[in-house]
Nanobody, 119 residues
Framework: QVQLVESGGGSVQPGGSLRLSCAAS????????MGWYRQTPGKQRELVAA???????NYEDSVKGRFSISRDNAKNTVYLQMNSLKPEDTALYYC?????????????WGQGTQVTVSS
């Protein structure tokens, strides 16, 4: 079965950096668009960054210039490099994979990894 496993979360001071990783299995990784979402209690899950199968990226406005998404198809892994972290970046970060298909879009989620930015 398809599985997405996030890692790399933790606690960091404002201005610090973290790199999140999402390891995928049970699918042809290179054919999927990948993304990172985040969610805090009481808030809707929001897209942070995404990368298509072709390598095109897009970012939520608040993280532009600070976060960078990349993928390594040989390792079936997508990364989110987070620099200049702010307290408002604190959230549970989820990995997402999706691909349109004949009978509908295939869509999968990881379990999430916590990022906490505080003094």
């Amino acid at each position: 079965q398809v599985q997405l496993v996030e890692s790399g979360g933790g606690s960091v001071q404002p201005g610090g950096s973290l790199r999140l990783s999402c390891a995928a299995s049970g699918m042809v990784f290179a054919t999927y668009a990948m993304g990172w979402y985040r969610q805090t209690p009481g808030k809707q899950r929001e897209l942070v960054a995404a990368i298509t199968a072709g390598g095109t990226t897009n970012y939520e406005d608040s993280v532009k210039g600070r976060f960078s998404i990349s993928r390594d198809n040989a390792k079936n892994t997508v990364y989110l490099q987070m620099n200049s972290l702010k307290p408002e970046d604190t959230a549970l970060y989820y990995c997402n994979a999706e691909r349109p298909a004949m009978y509908g879009t295939s869509r999968f989620w990881g379990q999430g990894t916590q990022v906490t930015v505080s003094s």
